[in-house]
Structures are given as C-alpha cells and as structure tokens.
C-alpha cells in the first residue's frame, strides 16, 4: 500500500490544520492507520491511530482533546484533524499503515509509511 500525507503549512498558535492521508488501496477492514511526527532533533513520536474496522482510536496525551483522526471509507483516505495547535506541534508529521483486521489500535510495528508533511506553527 502506498500513502501519501499532505494538508501541512504555517498556522499561528491556537490555530487548525486538518492533514490528509491518502491510500492507494482500500484499507478499510484491513489496515490500522496511524498518525505519527518527528521534530527536528527528536525523535519520532506517535500520535493516534484508527483500527482497521474503524471502531476504535487511540491518542497520545499530548494530542488528546486537540487532535481527531477520521476516515473516509469511500475515498480512501485518513484525516488528522488538528486544533488549538502549539508551537511544540512544530514537526513533520507522517502517516503509516499495518495490516491487522478487527479493531486492535497498535502504536508500533507500521510497515508502511507515506512521506511527510511539514506543520509549523508560529507563536
């Protein structure tokens, strides 16, 4: 499966941006997918993920309450909602795809990963 994330910019604190990740096949009932960032100098941190059945979601404190992850099953494609967005939220932020049906939300073992977007936020 290939990914390809974009929907990234420069936003000022406090503002939203929403990222796209567009698959190249279908993944619904059979790819977790997972939002994940990378600033520079540390290392990559994962943010949230959608089962493959889509009935569950898992978020990282650090983006609980600001952040939602959404899909569109007919197109293909994962939302990253993100909201009240900080200057820390500064990063390039990659999604990435595991197979694995039902509704399990793994935080680790994604084999496939789009290319990255850059989010800057400003304060």
């Known amino acids: 499966v290939q990914l390809q994330a974009y929907g990234g910019g420069l936003v000022q604190a406090g503002g939203s941006l929403r990222l796209s990740c567009a698959a190249s096949i279908r993944v619904a009932s059979r790819y977790a997918i997972a939002w994940f960032r990378q600033a520079p100098g540390k290392e990559r941190e994962f943010l949230v993920v959608?089962?493959?059945?889509?009935?569950?979601?898992s978020y990282a404190d650090s983006v609980k309450g600001r952040f939602t992850i959404s899909r569109d099953i007919a197109q293909n494609t994962v939302y990253l909602q993100m909201n009240s967005l900080k200057p820390e939220d500064t990063a390039i932020y990659y999604c990435?795809?595991?197979?694995?049906?039902?509704?399990?939300?793994?935080?680790?073992?994604?084999?496939?990963w789009g290319q990255g977007t850059q989010v800057t936020v400003s304060s």
């Open positions: 959608i089962s493959s059945s889509g009935r569950s979601t």
């Open positions: 990435a795809a595991r197979s694995y049906p039902g509704d399990y939300v793994p935080r680790i073992g994604f084999g496939y």
